[in-house]
């Protein structure tokens, strides 16, 4: 197969490439800076070097594909996430369709069937609302949930003895996901005719109250007081403005906090009759990762 990738050679995007390379899949990587794309390229990707924001460079970056991977990263340049996101989710669909692409595989985030909201879960609700009004094509929608790597973002408060955010009681459950097996199903999507019917597809490795990670992260670092602390919204807005965040992001962080708490974020998963496959990365797992990284910071 000709397959298209967007995410240049992210956590998730290299090691996609790296697995449909391996298979014998053509595989074309869109990204900003070829320096980044050169350990693909060099185990045969095809570099397309341009902005996703660029409309003519995505439609022929996108010609000959049998199936396309699109992701958007995170914009941190924006102040108005839902909007670019809606212009990138745009451009995707129509290079999708004057190329005649036969399959689409989406990376967007649980919550994605909300669209209130500033943050990730409106922003990203915008780009399969775009791709899903396209006609003659498979859709595949994945939707991972809360990534392990977040937490990486709490070593410096961890070496305080502190972990925990404005996600309401401790014993609210986590979709966690990691990367390694956001890639597994993306390149499963891509390879399999009619994956999962065209409903959105949940990428969850693990199901775990922020009180279990906290307990897992404390453990796998040998502290075994460190508990998971639940913030307020005026918490974490003092924390994140002393780390330097702009208003607008805080305001943003806040409220994927704020949207966990009220249970918008899991409540799609929750409701599904059937739901997929737990997949290989476990809260425990992910907790050697953290020490490790915890103990060379």
């Known amino acids: ?19 449909l390379l391996s298979q014998g899949h053509t595989v074309t990587v ?38 396309v991977y699109t992701m958007v990263p995170v914009p941190w340049q924006e102040k108005d996430w839902v909007a670019y996101h809606e212009k990138v989710g745009n451009i995707f669909a129509k290079a999708i369709e004057q190329n005649g692409v036969k399959k689409v595989v989406n990376l967007g985030t649980y919550g994605g069937h909300r669209t209130d909201g500033k ?7 915008r780009v399969e609302k775009a791709l899903e009004n396209l006609s003659n094509i498979e859709h595949v929608f994945l939707r991972p949930g809360y990534f392990y790597s977040n937490l990486f973002n709490q070593i410096a408060y961890v070496k305080n003895g502190i972990i925990g955010g404005n996600y309401g009681d401790a014993n609210n459950r986590l979709l966690l996901s990691h990367t390694s097996d956001i890639a597994d199903a993306a390149a499963e999507a891509l390879l399999t005719t009619n994956f999962n019917n065209g409903e959105p597809y949940y990428v969850v490795s693990d199901i775990r109250s922020c009180a279990e990670v906290g307990h897992q992260i404390g453990k796998a670092i040998g502290n075994d007081e460190l508990k998971w602390t639940p913030f307020s919204d005026d918490d974490t807005r003092y924390g994140l403005k002393q780390a330097g965040f702009s208003d607008e992001l805080t305001e943003i962080y806040v409220e994927i906090g704020q949207f966990f708490a009220k249970g918008y974020l899991n409540e799609h998963y929750n409701s599904l009759a059937v739901k997929p496959k ?13 020490a490790f990284a915890f103990n060379n910071a």
């Open 278 to 290: 737990l997949y290989k990365v476990k809260l425990e797992d992910f907790a050697k990762e953290f």
């Open 30 to 67: 869109i990204g900003r800076n070829e320096e980044n794309l050169k350990p693909l390229i060099a185990k045969g990707a095809i570099a397309a070097i341009g902005s996703m924001e660029d409309a003519d460079f995505i439609t022929k970056a996108f010609q000959g594909a049998d199936a």
């Open 119 to 125: 943050g990730p879960t409106a922003a990203l609700a």
């Open 1 to 19: 197969m000709k397959i298209t990738l967007t995410g240049a050679a992210g956590n998730i995007t290299k090691p996609l490439a790296e697995k």
